[in-house]
């Protein structure tokens, strides 16, 4: 009997394993999105792009995902350069070429036919915290001109600047820092 349930287990933990296919994140078509509140009178947005990652996706059983990305902190563009510096000096990051920011998933809770809350760890500024990501699937598909599967993605979440050391000028410059992600990935080869 023990070898039975044994079996079925092994079984079920190699079925749930191959569920989830790698797919690669197409960085030409994935940016993460900010904005906050400056001074009151104006909202300033902002942009990270060229980014690294991977998704374990589970299209079947999408709380069996996973998602883990980086980016490198100078990849920030906020469309003026002055301020691209002045974020980078140690106002802000005190960043070096080698800085990154990453964020790998802890948990995943599907709310909908194509929704869910991913949770997970962003460390910024070397520092770590748990953040909440309201995600939406847009497609998940074959690419008509690349011919493979392919995944898209959008994601919300709100984050205070000063959890991660960068509340310069805080509560005149905005804490709060509105985030939108948009990204596509490739089932990986």
Do not use: C
Not at 48 to 55: D, K, L
Not at 100 to 106: L, N, R, V, W
Not at 107 to 113: A, K, M, P
Not at 158 to 181: K, W
Request: aromatic content about 10%.
């Amino acid at each position: 009997m023990k070898s039975l349930v044994l079996a079925a287990l092994l079984s079920a933990a190699a079925t749930g394993a191959m569920a989830a296919e790698k797919y690669v994140l197409d960085a030409s078509h994935s940016q993460v999105l900010f904005s906050y509140n400056h001074l009151g009178f104006s909202t300033t947005h902002g942009m990270f792009s060229g980014f690294e990652g991977e998704i374990m996706f589970d299209q079947e059983d999408p709380a069996n995902s996973t998602v883990s990305v980086s980016m490198p902190t100078k990849s920030m563009f906020t469309g003026w350069e002055a301020r691209d510096e002045h974020f980078m000096s140690d106002d802000f990051f005190g960043a070096t070429d080698e800085d990154m920011i990453t964020f790998t998933s802890t948990s995943i809770e599907v709310t909908g036919d194509n929704t869910a809350n991913i949770t997970g760890d962003l460390t910024m500024n070397d520092i770590t915290k748990s953040v909440v990501l309201a995600a939406n699937l847009n497609q998940a598909s074959e690419h008509p001109m690349a011919n493979k599967p392919w995944a898209g993605f959008n994601a919300t979440t709100t984050l205070l600047r000063s959890d991660f050391g960068v509340d310069q000028f805080a509560p005149f410059v905005g804490d709060e820092i509105s985030v939108m992600i948009s990204l596509e990935a490739m089932k990986a080869e």
